[in-house]
């Protein structure tokens, strides 16, 4: 028995070594690979260069931030997506503008979209800086392999459009998807019970339902077309085309090879890369360290002259407060927007004398009505101290709407999806699955009420009708924060809320939104409103991490995300990634009393 111990201790010493050397070797690479991103050559930028926007990443609303996760994953299983923020394209694509040392942009590649990232009202803000650099007499060329329509969207307004002889290029419309549970639920004995206001507040239908409702099918439908159009005639005003013969191009074709492109006035030439290689050498010269035309990429251009440290720091601070992702109680997680977290980055914010005005960006479906009240709350506090801007990206509806009501203005994209004003509650209960597999439940209680939000019973018409009551409750509430906040009376807002869906395009015209703008507009428009137009710095929250500053904070006791490991594109993982994003929606749903003001679907582009 004593060799057995032994035997047992000598294995266990030998495991925890082991172990022990695993977190220190890890630890160790950590510390190397902060080192030497340290240590890497800063970008120059030589004189008559172009300046390359490789569109091979996702452009988020939120600048990125660094973590030991990722940089383990790094390490593990290569570089992640690349990624930035739409304030850091747009401004890196407006100094290169001014910048004399640049002499054209070149786009190429094709967008990574990711959670709320590469949206269509940011993508409309790059197009607009790509306009803008355009407008000084510098050229732009774009170079396409399989553009999707996104890809598309930003590329067409370029002076020259270059297809890949084989390449397949895309206009073939927008779509909205719904997966639904309710007949998956009922097989597995899934109990859900819902209450809801506003016949158009269709969020509870994917738990309960089969296929979409009529009211659902209505709005989405005109939702589509207000943006379609919207793109169309962007896409049209870039290639000097007619928008219905264009929308005659998507209806009656959709894919074009290169020749047909060519053909259909969707392109200017058909090359291989190495052909427009060369025209950009013409152009610009050889650079022989790059071994290609001389060039500097919009990521490294925003190293030099985009959001630094120097560009953060000091008075008449216009602060960026990024709320993107779901609404959720409490602090939050990754591409999630925590209501206490939030509201107290508004609070300090709102405290703090270096600040002039802020300006919230919006890039959120909604969530947890509770949480979103909590950050309404320092919203309007901080309204009553200094100028509160809301600026909407491509998503702020719902409880994304709530947090918005109340500032000074609000701007938004034509694409914009918001509006969604109305309330629902959901609960699910395990009772049949549960009995199904031998489990049980049973207990006490002191009051009638006690266990109102059980999920091992399916609740009581009376509990559910106090739950309604709750519900509705929410709702005026909603309504009359609305109209307040809006200046509009409430008969109004009834009229446009019952959860309904509007591009910002419509959202101006019933008065939900004040100006149609990205988020440089809002920036300078606070600027304005605080007096400090003629000199101001821009600081955003949560700010731009390194590696380095991401190890720092953890050595001071800050927290981690984990790791995300990166998938292939085959169909099992494809399908296996849209079941995790669509039923990742449930665990965002954890708003105390059950009861949500969130979107009720996902756009898609094919």
Not at 295 to 308: C, E, M, S, T
Request: overall charge negative; some cysteine.
């Amino acid at each position: 028995m004593k060799a057995f111990l032994k035997m047992v201790a000598a294995n266990l010493t030998a495991l925890s070594i082991a172990l022990g050397v695993c977190i220190m070797g890890g630890f160790f690479l950590m510390i190397l690979f902060a080192l030497v991103s340290a240590n890497q050559p800063k970008p120059t930028v030589k004189d008559e260069a172009v300046l390359v926007v490789d569109l091979w990443m996702n452009i988020s609303d939120a600048p990125p931030e660094a973590s030991l996760g990722a940089a383990v994953n790094q390490v593990i299983y290569g570089p992640e997506v690349p990624r930035l923020s739409v304030l850091e394209v747009v401004d890196g694509i407006e100094r290169a503008a001014q910048d004399d040392r640049i002499e054209a942009l070149f786009l190429y590649g094709s967008l990574i979209p990711d959670n709320y990232g590469s949206g269509l009202a940011a993508l409309r803000e790059v197009r607009e800086a790509i306009e803008h650099f355009k407008a000084t007499g510098k050229p732009v060329y774009a170079y396409a392999i399989d553009p999707t329509m996104r890809d598309y969207y930003l590329m067409a307004s370029a002076d020259e459009v270059v297809l890949n002889p084989f390449g397949l290029l895309s206009i073939n419309g927008l779509a909205s998807e719904m997966m639904y549970f309710g007949q998956a639920f009922e097989k597995y004995g899934i109990g859900v019970q819902t209450t809801r206001v506003g016949k158009y507040k269709s969020a509870v239908e994917m738990f309960t339902g089969s296929q979409m409702s009529e009211p659902d099918k209505l709005q989405v439908t005109e939702l589509l077309n207000d943006i379609w159009g919207q793109i169309l005639a962007d896409v049209a005003s870039g290639r000097e085309l007619d928008v219905q013969q264009l929308r005659a191009l998507s209806n009656e074709q959709g894919f074009f090879t290169g020749q047909m492109a060519l053909e259909a006035g969707l392109v200017d030439r058909v090359a291989y890369l190495d052909e427009v290689i060369d025209t950009l050498v013409d152009e610009v010269g050889y650079d022989e360290q790059a071994e290609s035309f001389r060039q500097v990429a919009l990521a490294d251009y925003v190293k030099l002259a985009g959001f630094g440290p120097e560009h953060r720091y000091g008075g008449n601070q216009i602060a960026v407060v990024y709320a993107e992702g779901d609404i959720v109680d409490g602090e939050g997680f990754k591409n999630q927007v925590g209501g206490d977290r939030l509201a107290r980055d508004l609070r300090n914010l709102c405290d703090d004398p270096d600040v002039a005005a802020i300006v919230l960006r919006v890039n959120s479906p909604g969530g947890s009505a509770l949480a979103s009240e909590v950050i309404q709350r320092e919203m309007r506090e901080a309204r009553d101290k200094k100028p509160v801007i809301v600026s909407m990206g491509s998503l702020a509806a719902s409880g994304g709407y709530w947090i918005s009501a109340y500032s000074d203005r609000i701007f938004a994209e034509p694409t914009t999806i918001t509006g969604s004003i109305g309330v629902f509650g959901l609960f699910f209960n395990v009772e049949d699955i549960a009995a199904e597999h031998g489990i049980t439940f049973d207990g006490v209680k002191t009051s009638t009420y006690a266990d109102l939000f059980t999920i091992s019973r399916p609740k009581s018409e009376e509990e559910m009708a106090l739950v309604q009551q709750y519900t509705d409750f929410l709702y005026d509430a909603f309504i009359n924060k609305v109209a307040e906040g809006r200046d509009l009376s409430p008969e109004q807002v009834q009229r446009i809320a019952q959860g309904r869906v509007w591009s910002g395009e419509d959202a101006l015209e019933i008065g939900l939104v004040d100006e149609i703008g990205g988020l440089g507009d809002a920036i300078r428009y606070a600027a304005d409103e605080a007096g400090v137009a003629d000199y101001y710095t821009v600081t955003q929250i949560p700010e731009r991490m390194n590696f380095p500053q991401a190890l720092e904070r953890a050595m001071q006791g800050g927290g981690q995300q984990p790791p995300v490991a990166k998938t292939s594109a085959d169909l099992l993982s494809q399908l296996e990634a849209r079941l995790k994003a669509e039923l990742g929606m449930v665990r965002s749903f954890n708003d105390p009393k059950g009861i949500y003001a969130r979107l009720p679907f996902s756009l898609e582009i094919r």
